[in-house]
């Protein structure tokens, strides 16, 4: 089992740019390690993900807008998010796999793919 914690989250204008870190408790380089969003009444949506090899996978509302990257030596997990919009307001939360494989499909896994998970940190875009 790994510990997550995220950080990283804010206000933001619409337009504007935010990076979220995910720390991880311990050597994960083997895991698969995703980034999923949540907003008050909806299910938890799957916003990016990477396998071991670095090869990543985004979701269509966040592709071409979103860079998912990892730090093994750091134990560290990014999210980069570009010009921000309303509808990206959420808790993000990373979670990771020990299976090191993320997924063959063209979306990131879903939640129940990944066995730990952070707490989460709020990004909130003013329009």
């Known amino acids: 089992q790994v510990q997550l914690a995220e950080f990283g989250g804010g206000s933001v204008q619409v337009g504007e740019s935010l990076t979220l870190s995910c720390n991880a408790s311990k050597y994960y380089e083997a895991y698969c390690m995703g980034w999923f969003r949540q907003t008050s009444g909806k299910k938890r949506e799957a916003v990016a993900s990477i396998d071991s090899d670095g090869n990543t996978i985004y979701a269509p509302s966040v592709k071409g807008r979103a860079t998912v990257s990892r730090d093994d030596a750091k134990n560290v997990l990014y999210l980069q998010l570009n010009n921000l919009k309303p509808e990206d307001t959420a808790i993000y939360y990373c979670?990771?796999?020990?299976?090191?494989?993320?997924?063959?499909?063209?979306?990131?896994?879903?939640?129940?793919?990944?066995?730990?998970w952070g707490q989460g940190t709020q990004i909130t875009v003013a329009s």
């Open positions: 979670a990771a796999d020990a299976s090191g494989f993320c997924s063959n499909s063209p979306t990131p896994p879903p939640p129940d793919w990944y066995t730990d």
